[in-house]
């Protein structure tokens, strides 16, 4: 490992070994201060004066992790009423929260109706339970724009395979019905997809919402939703953020003016302020050959980190204990009962790691896990989850315990 992949990592901030000795292994690490910079770099990068940043919490729910962007002056894109309740328990106010749920019951719309909170409208079908609930009330319209990008199928949100928004063809009946229902549409949302790196694709679905928003008379606020990426991969290039945010000021300029009125400009980054501020720190645990490759074997799996298995996606896996070594081919794995339990799962399968030479007790540390990763976790294998430590202002905390044997049983009711 050079110094280099160190510092596009950030991982001069990460005392490993230090953090495993005081927090137990496996780890995940958040550093407070990559949070703190990538939300300032997306805000100053715009001069558009009425923008608006929603930290889209179902990448990272910490309540720690919130209490960061709070304080950051962001507001809270949430997707359920159990998000709506981190939230405000992170000391959010409740005009300081989207909810945009998909498929909603009605006793989830009433949760988020009785706090406050202003819902945004994904169906017809839901609009009508909706204004049964809420009387005359301001509702978001989720608009689907025919459009989608991302960094897989599963994660593309837009265009007609998708299931999220009203088509934008049917965005004039579901305005008439909000009309006729006595709500008023307030604010037009769209999302698109996520881990988008192309600042062209932005703007092109940007354009798209636009063609639906200037239909609609009496908006505030245009909704973009999130879907900012990162690189992953050491050889990909950053989403170029000054360039967004110079074009994207002017679209909405320009919107603005032709529609007779200065909207709110809302965006809902989550993978773009999070990610790259987390590490998932794996102790090594075994290493065997076989006629394919040869694996390392770790004291964790997807049950902790699920994004390899399920999206074939790539993290960037650095040796702490042995940067210098001399590199070899590794299949990093993990220990949950399932052949597909890999940290180097690519679309088509193993892919092979160059990696300096990992030796038994060696600390790994899996970067780009500050999003999608805890928040993905699960219990499988009856296995517990591992703690979270936030690193800021030169001390590391504790912001989540490790979770124990008792945890995997507490809802017994014998």
């Known amino acids: 490992m050079t110094n280099k992949e160190f510092v596009r990592f950030n991982l001069k901030n990460i005392r490993c070994q230090e953090l495993v000795r005081d927090f137990g292994s496996p780890l995940y690490v958040y550093d407070a201060q990559v ?3 990538r939300f300032n770099s997306l805000v100053n990068s715009f001069d558009y004066p009425r923008v608006n940043i929603y930290y889209a919490c179902k990448a990272n729910t910490n309540l720690s ?3 960061v962007f709070k ?3 962001s507001r809270v894109d949430t997707v359920s009423p159990g998000e709506i309740f981190i939230a405000l328990k992170a000391g959010f106010d409740p005009g ?24 945004t409208i994904g169906s017809i079908e839901v609009m009508k339970e909706y204004a049964k609930r809420a009387g005359k009330k301001e509702i978001f319209i989720r608009v689907n724009p025919d459009i989608g990008f991302g960094h897989h199928n599963h994660c593309i949100t837009g265009g007609p395979a998708s299931k999220f928004g009203i088509y934008f063809d049917k965005m004039d009946e579901a305005v008439s019905l909000a009309r006729q229902l006595g709500l008023h549409v307030r604010g037009l949302h769209a999302h698109i997809g996520s881990g988008i790196l192309r600042v062209d694709q932005f703007m092109e679905a940007m354009g798209m919402v636009l063609k639906s928003a200037e239909k609609i008379k009496g908006l505030d606020s245009v909704d973009f939703g999130g879907g900012i990426g990162v690189p992953y991969r050491p050889e990909e ?24 009125k200065e909207l709110e400009f809302n965006l809902e980054p989550g993978k773009y302020l999070t990610a790259e501020g987390g590490f998932l720190l ?3 645990t075994n290493k065997k050959d076989t006629p394919a490759y040869r694996f390392v074997g770790t004291d964790s799996g997807f049950n902790h980190l ?10 960037h896996i650095l040796n702490c204990s042995n940067p210098d070594g001399e590199r070899e081919d590794v299949v990093v794995a993990g220990n949950i009962c399932e052949s597909g339990d890999l940290f180097t799962m690519g679309p088509g399968g193993p892919e092979p790691r160059k990696i300096p030479e990992v030796r038994i007790g060696d600390i790994l540390a899996i970067t780009n896990a500050g999003a999608y990763s805890f928040a993905m976790s699960s219990n499988y294998n009856s296995r517990p989850r591992p703690a979270e430590v936030l690193l800021e202002d030169g001390k590391a905390r504790l912001v989540r315990k490790r979770e124990t044997f008792e945890d995997l049983v507490s809802h017994d009711l014998d």
């Open 71 to 73: 304080r950051l002056g």
């Open 35 to 37: 949070f703190k910079d």
């Open 65 to 67: 992790v919130m209490r």
């Open 96 to 119: 300081e929260l989207l909810f945009t749920p998909n498929n909603p019951t009605g006793s989830e719309l009433e949760y988020a109706i009785d706090r406050d909170v202003m819902v």
């Open 306 to 315: 699920i994004r390899p298995i399920l999206y074939g996606s790539y993290h």
């Open 282 to 284: 794996v102790t090594a």
């Open 237 to 260: 290039k950053p989403f170029d953020i000054r360039s967004f945010g110079v074009k994207s000021s002017v679209l909405m300029r320009d919107f603005s003016k032709k529609y007779g």
